[in-house]
């Protein structure tokens, strides 16, 4: 029997049971497609009809496919800074699927309906902010940033309550490497079940880093590869100008794909302290606290492994702080590397960590444009923006100018390399809210499907970019993101 090229191989419930909880999505009256990631489909080798309202009922989780096994997984957090039990309150994994290609993903549904964990809440989704996850995973994904991504949205012909009123309620199918998550260690430790621990972090280990050289002590080498790959992950944030805005604990992942689309956005002018979550009141997930918020996680996820690290705390306490000592270190070095391919410098010079510095000190007292700058700065013409008519900016691309010579390559490679680094489009905020707007409210997806089309693509100028590269002049900015609920 053909099973629309679903080849689910489900590994996760092989785990204690402790560590989720089976059951089906609750079914929904008049599930309608919205919106299919074709693509995404295609490299995952799904063959059914691609397109049309055949795959609503598939996709609102009221047809199980066969070798679907959904739980509900079971994990814990710190919230901003504090410690709760939560768990999938509003998804379900419906199983392991298996790409052609050869990588295993989870299928996830997020909206499906109440589960155990649901802590009073309605387990359900509106559409505003599957959309939002919708188009900024798909954004991240075409910036070549580790991340989620989402294989359809449907709307389920039911209404949801929040705060401002009735929204039509909607569910998103997400994909994702793993949903393990520092919180699933957390939920662990909570529990004081290390016997699990360690079969979890085999599991995680086996799953997500296979090729790695193993220390003896397992828990080691996998808070050595979380941390490298967070370490990544966020200076791949901060290269494009991410700002996560809920970096709890719980949506961390182990895997090292960024999840959990709620209140992000990407800054436009550029600020260090640039906060967009309505939540986020003392910003603590600002836009430049976001490398020592990775490493508060991580130091959380150390915790949880100290009991698998020695059988003497003390002795635990020091290996797992020599690890999480070392994320300065690697942090300065892989930022500087960043920022030194965002400007096109090649090699090694003296000056260069200053030379980067005073750019974003520049940036920042003349409120410039975060992409736009580096942008200009590839295109190599005089730019509209206040900043280019500074004279002490002025002084600073003479410096630059001056320090691309030496380069060890040819001006062909320094171009390529800020090519490569600095997206033409980002999903900015004020276009996002204008799509998401008119999806929600007149059913028109147009210019939701236009700004998924230019964020696709976010190295290439495309015709017609220039509304897209446009920042929101002052007095119409957006200030804030609602908590995706
Ligand atoms: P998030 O902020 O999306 O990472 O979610 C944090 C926790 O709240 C998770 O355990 C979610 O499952 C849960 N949650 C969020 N929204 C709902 C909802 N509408 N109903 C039940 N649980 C929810
Ligand atoms: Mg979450």
């Given at each position: 029997m053909s099973n629309n090229g679903w080849q689910f191989d489900n590994s996760y419930t092989s785990l204690p049971e402790m560590m989720y909880v089976r059951l089906k999505p609750t079914k929904v009256s008049d599930p309608k497609m919205v919106l299919f990631n074709e693509p995404l489909a295609l490299k995952m080798g799904l063959d059914f009809p691609?397109?049309?309202?055949?795959n609503a009922q598939l996709f609102a989780g009221n047809q199980i496919p066969h070798g679907a096994e959904p739980i509900a997984q079971a994990y814990a957090g710190h919230q901003f800074g504090h410690f709760t039990m939560l768990g999938d309150g509003r998804a379900i994994v419906l199983g392991e699927h298996i790409t052609p290609d050869n990588r295993r993903i989870d299928i996830q549904f997020k909206g499906s309906g109440p589960t155990p964990f649901s802590r009073g809440g309605d387990g359900r989704a509106a559409l505003g902010p599957m959309l939002r996850e919708y188009i900024i995973s798909e954004a991240m994904h075409g910036l070549g940033i580790p991340t989620t991504q989402s294989l359809a949205v449907v709307t389920t012909g039911e209404n949801v309550y929040r705060e401002n009123g009735p929204l039509p309620g909607a569910i998103l199918t997400r994909v994702a490497a793993s949903h393990i998550r520092v919180g699933t260690f957390e939920y662990l430790a909570m529990k004081g079940d290390f016997p699990t621990s360690k079969k979890l972090v085999d599991y995680a280990l086996k799953r997500h880093y296979p090729q790695t050289d193993q220390d003896t002590l397992h828990a080691l080498t996998l808070l050595k590869n979380v941390m490298e790959q967070q370490l990544n992950l966020i200076i791949n944030w901060l290269r494009v100008g991410f700002i996560h805005g809920v970096m709890n604990t719980d949506n961390m992942t182990i895997s090292g794909e960024t999840i959990d689309y709620g209140p992000c956005a990407f800054m436009d002018i550029y600020n260090p302290e640039t906060v967009f979550s309505s939540i986020d009141h003392g910003g603590r997930y600002a836009f430049g606290n976001q490398p020592s918020m990775a490493k508060w996680n991580l130091t959380r996820f150390a915790e949880t492994l100290l009991p698998l690290i020695d059988s003497d705390s003390k002795t635990a306490v020091n290996i797992a702080t020599e690890i999480i000592d070392s994320y300065d270190e690697q942090f300065e070095t892989k930022w500087l590397a960043m920022m030194k391919n965002k400007l096109g410098l090649v090699g090694e010079e003296q000056g260069d960590k200053d030379l980067i510095t005073q750019l974003l000190t520049l940036m920042e007292q003349n409120r410039a444009d975060y992409t736009n700058t580096f942008f200009n700065l590839l295109k190599g013409e005089t730019a509209q923006e206040m900043i280019f008519q500074k004279d002490a900016f002025k002084s600073w691309q003479q410096k630059w100018h001056d320090r691309r010579?030496?380069?060890?390559?040819?001006q062909e490679i320094s171009q390529e390399l800020m090519k490569k680094h600095n997206p033409v489009v980002i999903p900015r905020n004020h276009k996002v809210e204008e799509a998401l707007d008119a999806a929600c409210?007149?059913?028109?997806?147009t210019p939701f499907n236009n700004l998924l089309a230019a964020v696709k693509t976010p190295y290439t100028s495309q015709k017609d970019i220039s509304p897209y590269q446009s920042y929101p002049t002052e007095g119409s900015e957006i200030y804030q993101t609602f908590c995706g609920t």
């Open positions: 691609l397109s049309g309202q055949n010579l030496l380069n060890s390559d040819s409210k007149n059913g028109d997806l």
